[in-house]
């Protein structure tokens, strides 16, 4: 058996990062920040506590990661979404995507959801997420008015408020939640 490459140490440690950051996304969405503790954490993610300090300086630093790590996911899709030209093409790819991670990532989005219900703890990650909504509603303001949507900054809220609460609603709901009725439907709205 021959070493282990730096390539495979860093996909191990990539893994086990991973899996630290997706078992504490679960307890803090379902028991709270304040009631998971970085042992049960550990127990969660079947590490030894100590692995979680080589990635992390403390929850604090692993919920800031799991945070900023959807965000990035979040600036990717963005940044996929402008590489297309025609703007009926973008909202359509933002509606197939968001439906489509409602559906593949459901357990992810719904966790996510119900931990975004408890940041308010949290000023220095409200404020992020803060800025980050005030960048990106102009970027979708700018897409309606592309489409020719007479009052495009209050559509472009409307909209963003609508597609977070579908995403409530079927998270809710889930398999009785017609959600390829309520994509369509916008699909239809914005003649896609």
Known sequence: MSP????QFEEIREQSRDKIMMAALELFATRGF????ISKIAAEAKVAKGLIYNYFDSKEDLLHAIINQA???GDQFIHEMQNIEDPKEQLRYVFNLAFGMMVDKFHYSKLLTSLSLQL?????????????YK???????????????????AEAKALAAMMDGIGIQYIVLYQDY???????????KYDL
């Not at 960048?135 to 900054?153: M, V």
């Open 4 to 7: 282990r490459t730096n390539k």
């Open 34 to 37: 304040h009631n998971s503790s």
């Open 71 to 73: 965000l990035e996911e």
């Open 120 to 132: 308010d703890q949290f000023p220095g990650i409200m404020k992020t997420i803060h800025d980050r």
């Open 135 to 153: 960048s990106t509603i102009p970027l979708l303001e700018h897409l309606l008015q592309k489409l020719g949507i007479e009052n495009h900054q």
């Open 178 to 188: 017609p959600l390829e009725e309520m994509k369509q439907y916008l699909m239809n």
